[in-house]
Structures are given as C-alpha cells and as structure tokens.
C-alpha cells in the first residue's frame, strides 16, 4: 500500500471524566460497569462464559482491600486478550474529594497496528460509562493535575 493510499486514524473523542464515591458502589452497578466493559471491549461472550459473578466478587474485593491501587482485571478485548478494566483513586473537581474512576486499558503499545483503535474503545467506554453513572445520579467530575 502507498502512503497517499493510507486512510489517516482520527483522534479519539475526549470526553469528560466521571469518577464514584465507595458508597455508592454495589454489586449492581458494578455488573453494569462489567456490561458496559463487555458491550464496549466485544468481550461480553467471554464474561457471560466464565461467569460475571465471579468477576464482580474480584472487583468488590480489590475495591474494599486496603492498600488496593484498586481493581486489575485482563478480561481481554476484540482488539487483544491483554486489555484490562481498570479502577483508580482521583479527585472530586468541587469537593477535593476522593473518588473511584473505572477504565479500560487497551494495554496496545504505542506504534502498534491497532493502537489508536484500542485508545478510541478506551474513550468510548468512559463515554458509555459517564452517561451511565450520570443516568444514576452518582457522576462526579475528575479533577486532573
């Protein structure tokens, strides 16, 4: 293929960033963040096969361990089996507050065939998230540094 015959890869969408507080965390939201994980990544097959439950007792139990960086779970993706949802502490943007902020890793580095595919499924996925936790009234702005 020629170079003037490459089609350029758009930017990913920046959207903005919502995190959680703990307490309003619970089993239900947090299947809801494994399904739109799943919708977003094409791993919804893999999930329902193995068995969502148990990937949400491992994403209560790295969320309430103290110490946690938070959760670390390689679920894999259509792009590669290396993509992870992820979970961090971040920063109220109002209150200064703690939060919860959950994200994909499409774990694809940098220079790599599908890297910008994978950072445009990591956006899609805050976007898909954010309305989500918005529709629940439980969105709070990330504060960034």
């Not at 920063?91 to 220079?111: Q, S, V």
Request: aromatic residues 8%; negative net charge.
């Amino acid at each position: 293929m020629k170079d003037r015959d490459k089609q350029p890869i758009s930017e990913p969408e920046k959207s903005v960033l919502y995190g959680v507080g703990r307490s309003d965390i619970n089993r239900d939201r947090l299947a809801e963040v494994l399904r739109i994980y799943g919708e977003v990544a094409g791993a919804s097959d893999y999930i329902n096969r193995y068995g969502p439950e148990d990937f949400i007792d491992d994403m209560e139990r790295d969320l309430d361990v103290q110490g946690s960086p938070g959760i670390d779970l390689r679920i894999g993706s259509k792009l590669t089996g290396h993509t992870k949802l992820m979970s961090c502490r971040e920063w109220d943007k109002l209150t200064g507050e703690r939060l919860i902020r959950f994200y994909m890793n499409p774990n694809i580095g940098y220079g790599e065939q599908d890297y910008a595919e994978g950072e445009q499924m990591a956006a899609q996925f805050d976007k898909a998230l954010g309305e989500y936790l918005q529709s629940q009234g439980i969105a709070r702005q990330i504060m960034k540094f």
